[in-house]
């Protein structure tokens, strides 16, 4: 089945809208507007979250001659948690990749179709690689934190690469502030000198998730961000991104059917079915996706009965 062919669960009024009302609103200090236009040295204090919508329109994606991807489009909309569910194999990690621009590091990768950032190509030449980047920012499977590098350290590596330029007083705060927003602030505000490395796996994965939000992003993609943690780092992951959702958007691949049903408010379910390049079968509104999905092999899928 093509993209053009999944089928959208219908829902009644506004589900985002609704989701974004019963969300609660993060304390954010970040007041004054961002500077969308500035593709380089940026201040901080000009700086203001505030999530974008990402479009993905008829992406397809190969590795060499192997299609991995078939025309898939989906929208993401702005301050609302969307989920990737689907086997392993079906091209999630590979289509999270493409939304920013990783897909091509590899060499042998190629890719058609079109991302939009609230209307803006992350492809188009004219858009630098790092501007990118900073806009949507990701979060790996594996807590990736420099190791040796202090916990404050880390959360302000991507300044640098991201062209972003801060004051003393203002980096202090940035670095408060983000491990507030990644639910770690009351856990290191004695050690932030302390190594990164020195941290539990799922404080790890939290001062992963506030070095991204350092350089204020406004989509956060997430590939199976818990699946090394135990339970109770889980939840917290998930309450964070509960909290951080009305001024990021967050996209997450993840195999845990009930964390997609926890956190998610929509959902797209992938399938790559006998050797075929994935492609959406279903998505939309994530409760009916799991209670009245239309697809029979959405409803095995939610149901535990492959994959
Ligand atoms: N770097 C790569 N080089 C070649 N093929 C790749 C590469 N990365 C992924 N693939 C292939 O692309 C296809 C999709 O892989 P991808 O990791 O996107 O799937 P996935 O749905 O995220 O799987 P999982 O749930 O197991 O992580 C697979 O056939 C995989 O072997």
């Known amino acids: 089945m093509t993209t053009s062919e999944a089928k959208k669960p219908s829902m009644a009024g506004s589900f985002v809208d609704s989701m974004k009302d019963g969300l609660g609103a993060v304390k954010g200090v970040f007041t004054r507007e961002r500077d969308s236009s500035s593709s380089s040295g940026s201040r901080l204090s000009e700086l203001k979250p505030e999530p974008a919508t990402l479009q993905a329109n008829n992406i397809s994606a190969w590795f060499g001659t ?3 991807l078939d025309r898939v489009s989906l929208e993401m909309p702005a301050g609302v948690i969307t989920s990737l569910i689907g086997p392993s194999g079906c091209g999630k990690s590979t289509f999270l990749r493409i939304l920013n621009r990783m897909h091509e ?17 992350i492809y188009d030449p004219e858009l630098r690689l790092t501007q990118a980047r900073r806009e949507i ?4 499977q594996k807590p990736n934190p420099f190791p040796a590098m202090s916990i404050y350290d ?10 972003i330029k801060v004051s003393n007083d203002e980096r202090d705060e940035l670095v408060e502030t983000s491990l507030i927003r990644a639910g770690l602030w009351k856990e290191v505000r004695d050690r932030l000198r302390s190594p990164g490395g020195g941290l ?8 992963c998730i506030a070095r991204s939000l350092a350089v204020m992003p406004r989509v956060l993609l997430m ?7 135990d339970p109770t780092s889980t939840r917290v992951i998930e309450e964070t991104m509960l909290e951080l959702v009305n001024d990021v958007t967050i ?4 195999h845990n059917m009930q964390q997609a049903q ?13 050797g075929t390049p994935g492609a959406i079968v279903e998505y939309g509104d994530t409760e009916a996706m799991f209670d009245s999905p239309i697809d029979p092999r959405t409803y095995d899928y939610v149901n535990g009965r492959f994959g």
């Open 251 to 254: 996209v997450i691949v993840t």
């Open 223 to 229: 590939d199976e961000p818990c699946s090394a943690l």
């Open 137 to 140: 920012g990701m979060v790996f």
């Open 66 to 68: 192997h299609q991995v």
């Open 105 to 121: 590091l590899v060499p042998s990768a190629q890719l058609a179709g079109e991302v939009l950032i609230d209307g803006q190509d």
């Open 200 to 207: 539990s796996g799922g404080q790890q994965q939290r001062l």
């Open 262 to 274: 926890r956190v998610s408010q929509q959902c797209a379910f992938f399938l790559a079915s006998q």
């Open 154 to 163: 880390n959360v302000v590596a991507g300044l640098a690469l991201t062209g």
